[in-house]
């Protein structure tokens, strides 16, 4: 039985899900999200201000689109109403970070400044120079925006310089011994 499946998503005031055609959407005031649901697996239904998944089926592929499905929903529902968020750290001198309009544009020590253009649906805010804020609706998209941004210049281990995550903890090296 999954663990995660089996607990109801509660759907917080002021957000709409409808089931229809098998797709599952959800829209609250940041936007909406829409996600395809394999109803040969899993099954959703929708009452009392919860939604529920349950499995077809005691097939492998059916438990595992259980938690899945549940877990998609989940993140769906809480993006609507209150957006994620991802707090990129710049460590180093001369590393700093702005922005262009709704783009970033991040200095990391190369011979020219690094653009990244926002993707639909993200937002950045820079509230100092070495730190940004990726916010927006779809979790997976504000995770992979903030896997990019820290893929141009990741920390190293011996000065901790780079970009990083505000929640990750870089495991120092020592130094060369003289």
Do not use: C
Not at 55 to 79: D, F, Q, S
Not at 85 to 107: C, H, M, N, P, W
Not at 108 to 135: C, D, M, R, W
């Amino acid at each position: 039985m999954s663990r995660v499946g089996k607990y109801p998503v509660t759907i917080p005031a002021g957000v709409e899900v409808a089931v229809v055609n098998d797709i599952l959407t959800a829209k609250g005031k940041h936007g909406s999200l829409a996600l395809p649901i394999l109803s040969d697996e899993v099954t959703v239904a929708i009452e009392d201000g919860t939604v529920t998944v349950n499995p077809v089926k005691e097939t492998k592929k059916a438990r595992m689109l259980w938690g899945t499905t549940r877990a998609n929903i989940a993140n769906m529902v809480k993006g609507v109403s209150e957006k994620w968020e991802k707090t990129l750290d710049i460590v180093g001198v001369g590393y700093r970070a702005a922005l262009k309009g709704k783009d970033l544009e991040l200095s990391l020590g190369f011979s020219h400044p690094v653009n990244y253009t926002a993707p639909e649906g993200i937002e950045f805010k820079v509230p100092q120079p070495t730190q940004v804020v990726i916010s927006g609706v779809d979790k997976q998209v504000v995770g992979q925006v903030a896997s990019e941004i820290r893929g141009y210049r990741p920390p190293e281990p011996y000065k901790g310089k780079g970009v990083k995550y505000a929640d990750e903890t870089i495991l120092r090296k020592e130094g060369k011994k003289k």
